[in-house]
């Protein structure tokens, strides 16, 4: 079992920048992908962006250049550097962490881009 705890998110301006992160807890999270997605209301939950345990990363095109993930593992923690935010890039956003055919979630952290 593995617990995932979202932090950082809130009200930013556009082209400001926020910093998510996801403490992880529960098992071996190197061996975990470990990933943010988010869900704006009334669309589906997407991909941002995934990271495997040795730090090969994938990001969605809308996100690519202006968002960085990164993990550190000895302290089992997930991080998502938002640069250059805009209106559409707000969302409720979760932590991942996929192995196999096991999946766990966070509860997500809103963040909310406006002037």
């Known amino acids: 079992q593995v617990q995932l705890v979202e932090s950082g998110g809130g009200l930013v301006q556009p082209g400001g920048s926020l910093r998510l992160s996801c403490a992880a807890s529960?098992?071996?999270?190197?061996?975990?992908?470990m990933g943010w997605y988010r869900q704006a209301p009334g669309k589906q939950r997407e991909l941002v962006a995934t990271?495997?345990?040795?730090?090969?990363?994938n990001y969605a095109d809308s996100v690519k250049g202006r968002f960085t993930i990164s993990r550190d593992n000895p302290n089992d923690t997930v991080y998502l550097q938002m640069n250059s935010l805009k209106p559409e890039d707000t969302a409720v956003y979760y932590c991942?962490?996929?192995?196999?055919?096991?999946?766990?979630w966070g509860q997500g952290t809103q963040v909310t881009v406006s002037s």
């Open positions: 990271i495997t345990g040795a730090g090969s990363t």
């Open positions: 529960g098992s071996i999270l190197v061996l975990y992908v």
């Open positions: 991942n962490a996929h192995l196999l055919q096991n999946e766990y």
